[in-house]
C-alpha cells in the first residue's frame, strides 16, 4: 500500500487531529528484547535529516518506517528494534523535528497539535509535554513524542508558540494545551 502523508494540519480540525493520533499504530518495541545485536550505521542529524552510511536517506516512506521502531534504551542511547534484532543508531540531538504546529482556543482552554518531520501527529498534553531547555544558548524547545523519544521544535514553530504565549500573558509565563500547563523562560 503506497504511504500518502497526512492533509496539512491547518485543513483539519483539532477533533479530526485527534482522531487521526488515535489511529496512528506503532510497533511495540518497548516489549521487544532481541538478542541479535549492531550498529545500523545510521544517523539522526540535529536537523532531523537521516544517514546511512554517511549518506541522506532521500526516501521519506522509508524515514518513516525506521522512526516507528525507534526507541530509547535506559542508557539514553538510541536503538532501531525488530523482536529480532537491535541496532543502534546515533542521534544528535532529538530524533524528531516538529515542523508543523496547530492551534485552537486560547489560554487555558488552548489546544495543540503538532505534525513531525516523519508526519506523525503529537497533541500536547500531559503525557506528551512541552519542555524548554536553556542547555544551549539559544532555548531548545521540546515535544515529549513516545517512550522517551522528542521532537525539537522547529524555529518558526517555536517562535509561533512563543507569540500565542506572549498573548495570553499568563503568570507564571507558559502555555496551556489539552489541560496541561507548561512554563517557558520569558525572554528578555
Known amino acids: 500500500m503506497p504511504y500518502t502523508p497526512p492533509p496539512e494540519l491547518a485543513s483539519l480540525s483539532l477533533t479530526e487531529i485527534a482522531e487521526l493520533?488515535?489511529?496512528?499504530?506503532?510497533?511495540?518495541?518497548?516489549?521487544?528484547?532481541?538478542?541479535?545485536?549492531?550498529?545500523?550505521?545510521?544517523?539522526?542529524?540535529?536537523?532531523?535529516?537521516?544517514?546511512?552510511?554517511?549518506?541522506?536517506?532521500?526516501?521519506?516512506?522509508?524515514?518513516?518506517?525506521?522512526?516507528?521502531?525507534?526507541?530509547?534504551?535506559?542508557?539514553?542511547?538510541?536503538?532501531?528494534?525488530?523482536?529480532?534484532?537491535?541496532?543502534?543508531?546515533?542521534?544528535?540531538?532529538?530524533?524528531?523535528?516538529?515542523?508543523?504546529?496547530?492551534?485552537?482556543?486560547?489560554?487555558?482552554?488552548?489546544?495543540?497539535?503538532?505534525?513531525?518531520?516523519t508526519d506523525h501527529l503529537v497533541i500536547a498534553d500531559e503525557t506528551h509535554k512541552l519542555r524548554f531547555s536553556s542547555d544551549h544558548d539559544n532555548p531548545r524547545p521540546y515535544l515529549h513524542v513516545r517512550g522517551g523519544l522528542e521532537a525539537v521544535l522547529a524555529r518558526n514553530v517555536y517562535y509561533e508558540l512563543a507569540e500565542m504565549a506572549l498573548a495570553d500573558d499568563l503568570s507564571p509565563f507558559g502555555i496551556w494545551s489539552h489541560g496541561a500547563f507548561f512554563p517557558i523562560d520569558r525572554p528578555e
Open 21 to 117: 493520533v488515535e489511529a496512528q499504530k506503532l510497533p511495540p518495541v518497548d516489549q521487544w528484547d532481541p538478542q541479535e545485536t549492531g550498529n545500523s550505521e545510521m544517523r539522526i542529524a540535529t536537523d532531523g535529516t537521516w544517514y546511512h552510511q554517511g549518506e541522506p536517506i532521500k526516501r521519506r516512506a522509508m524515514v518513516r518506517a525506521f522512526s516507528t521502531i525507534l526507541r530509547q534504551e535506559a542508557d539514553n542511547s538510541y536503538a532501531l528494534v525488530t523482536p529480532y534484532q537491535k541496532l543502534s543508531i546515533e542521534v544528535e540531538d532529538a530524533p524528531f523535528v516538529a515542523v508543523e504546529m496547530e492551534n485552537e482556543g486560547s489560554g487555558e482552554n488552548r489546544k495543540l497539535a503538532f505534525r513531525l518531520n
